[in-house]
């Protein structure tokens, strides 16, 4: 129990303390290990994390977001996990070698 209260704490300070990149992250991990976990309440409320995480300003690319956050909702909703944890874990990854790149740059 007491183990479990500390791995709580670590985690929320981990959120509490991270850059929007970060958070970003964590959102796809969280949405990839409820689909791994078959977790439909997981999965959902981390895809609706990156869903309130768009800035609708940036424009098209916002929009593609949202439209591919949608459908592996669907997906989930369809129990259709493993196709909706493939596509987050390539928009995941896309994201890393992004941000690999961005600081690579600097």
Known sequence: MLSQL????????????ADPFKLLLIAYERAILGCRKRNIEMAGRAILELVNGLN??????????????QYCGELIREGQYDESA???????????????????DQ
């Not at 500390?6 to 303390?17: D, E, F, M, P």
């Open 56 to 69: 609708m300003e940036a424009g098209n690319i916002s929009y593609s977001l949202l439209a591919i956050y």
């Open 6 to 17: 500390a791995t709580k704490s670590y985690q929320q300070n981990n959120v509490n303390t």
């Open 86 to 104: 493939r596509i987050l874990t390539e928009l995941r990854d896309t994201w890393v070698e992004a941000g690999n790149k961005m600081k690579s």
